[in-house]
């Protein structure tokens, strides 16, 4: 894979401003294999017994090459281990038991080279440095659930899950001379747990109303964090006729930082650029709420909220004391958006359908700790997006499929987001009896950028990033007989890794 990014700062230093930019080009390569081996096993209707192993080595390296008012080159050699095993056992009466255990490992090697050049207010500053680091995650998980389902629509289920995880992990950090960073030098050994208890009923009142409520209670356990929290659903629809459909719905959950963020070390990814470790990171909560409309089963009207107390992202900060960008994920106090959309099916005969949709959000960003730059920021933004497959050819299945999206300037924290244009685009031929196959894809053709940027009090500091270039891929497809794929569970691995 191909990226590119690039910075534009004028830094506050001391009591004046540095001029600064670079631009950073990375080249990826490597190799992947994931493996699997299942058993299923059916004692009788609705009693069975699941077991399944997932694996993967992956094997990656990146250049990273970064010129302008710094220069330096950065590589990184990554391996990832993975081993997880996956036991489900249904029962007729609607007990369902599963468990799980994931090992992931991924040792990585990192060697920065790196000088910033010297102007009439500074000093060049050298970064010769040598980093080598490894995440070990153990987990173990477990599940209880219990269905019943009653006479007159009535249905009630209760459950409970248990998560146990081991993060050993370490980055040591040296100097060309041999010597120890100590700020980007530490390990952990911390052991996190979470247990999740719910219930819930079910009642179709009528043919018409349907109603789910539950309610779930769950605690997060680390070494410096210790909570309950309660997340309540619902979810009530009403198909009035035809040509009417209702459905109000309200559901939470908790988010929770990947493990490497709570590191407290720090990651020097350039000679201007480093990338800070959180311990004090937490999880954060979300509640959404939808009330939708239908009408014809083509047009859709709904509005929505979702809370987000404690919400966390990565944000950018620059220090006076030095020339220097920190990037740090911290939590704010909240994030709240409010918004409504609107969509719509479309087609014009056999040769034209497709979807469009627009939306409207106001969101509302307030944090009282970030650095010594506390912020309380507001913004509407607006986006249309949808999809058109249109058929090129009255003898054959040959299609055409657009999917245009846009974003008017959005806030994220102290950042500004430019407005934004994407279009993805597919062809696609598909024989008369459906077994053969060919597929043109096209993603970001016009190669558009994200552009980012934070003028917040005394910083100014402007990012443009392109990790997905326009690229294009080709596939050849044939289908033997009526095979259809079986869909699997997939590992959860979306804390884990550098």
Not at 140 to 157: E, P, R, V, Y
């Amino acid at each position: 894979s191909y990226g590119e990014s690039s910075r534009i700062a004028n830094h506050p230093l001391d009591n004046g401003r540095i001029h600064y930019n670079d631009e950073t080009w990375q080249k990826s390569f490597g190799i992947a294999h994931d493996y699997r081996l299942g058993m299923n096993y059916a004692f009788s209707k609705n009693h069975r017994l699941d077991i399944a192993y997932t694996g993967k080595w992956q094997k990656s390296c990146s250049n990273n090459h970064t010129t302008g008012s710094s220069v330096s080159g950065m590589h990184y050699d990554t391996h990832v281990y993975l081993h997880n095993v996956d036991v489900n056992y249904s029962l007729p009466f609607g007990l369902n038991i599963s468990g799980s255990y994931t090992n992931y490992r991924t040792p990585q090697q990192q060697k920065l080279d790196g000088t910033m050049y010297a102007d009439g207010n500074t000093t060049e500053t050298e970064r010769n440095l040598t980093s080598g680091s490894e995440q070990t995650i153990s987990k173990w998980m477990f599940a209880a659930d219990q269905n019943h389902s009653f006479t007159h629509g009535w249905g009630l289920s209760y459950g409970v899950k248990g998560q146990f995880t081991s993060n050993k992990s370490y980055q040591n950090t040296i100097d060309k001379e041999g010597n120890i960073l100590p700020n980007a030098t530490s390990s952990v050994d911390i052991n996190e747990r979470i247990w999740n208890i719910y219930a819930g009923f079910s009642k179709q009142i009528n043919k018409a109303i349907s109603l789910e409520v539950s309610a779930a209670a769950e605690q997060y356990h680390s070494p410096i964090w210790d909570k309950w929290r309660i997340y309540p659903s619902l979810n009530a629809l009403w198909n009035i006729n035809e040509n009417h459909l209702l459905n109000l719905s309200f559901s939470s959950n908790s988010e929770f930082p990947s493990y490497w963020s709570t590191m407290s070390s720090v990651f020097y990814s350039s000679a201007y650029t480093e990338i800070h470790g959180n311990p004090d990171l937490k999880p954060y909560s979300y509640y959404n709420v939808n009330l939708m409309w239908q009408i014809k089963r083509r047009y859709t009207l709904m509005a929505f909220a979702s809370l987000k107390p404690d919400y966390s992202v990565q944000l950018p900060y620059q220090p006076t004391d030095r020339m220097a960008v920190i990037l740090k994920e911290t939590n704010f106090n909240y994030e709240n958006s409010f918004g409504l959309q609107a969509s719509a099916i479309f087609g014009a005969g056999k040769w034209l359908n497709g979807n469009v949709f627009a939306v409207g959000i106001y969101k509302h960003a307030k944090s009282d700790h970030f650095f010594d730059l506390p912020f309380n920021r507001k913004k509407l933004t607006a986006a249309l997006g949808g999809t058109a497959s249109i058929k090129l050819c009255s003898t054959q299945d040959l299609r055409l499929i657009l999917n245009p999206f846009f974003q008017s300037k959005v806030i994220q924290g102290v950042y500004d987001v430019s407005p934004i244009f994407r279009m993805n685009a597919k062809l696609q031929w598909t024989s008369h009896d459906g077994k053969w196959g060919l597929r043109i894809n096209g993603s970001n053709i016009f190669n558009n950028k994200a552009d980012t940027r934070s003028v917040q009090g005394n910083q100014d500091y402007r990012m443009k990033i392109n990790n997905n270039w326009a690229t294009a891929t080709f596939a050849v497809i044939y289908k033997f007989g009526g095979y259809k794929e079986k869909k699997v569970k997939a590992v959860d691995t979306s804390r884990m890794g550098h």
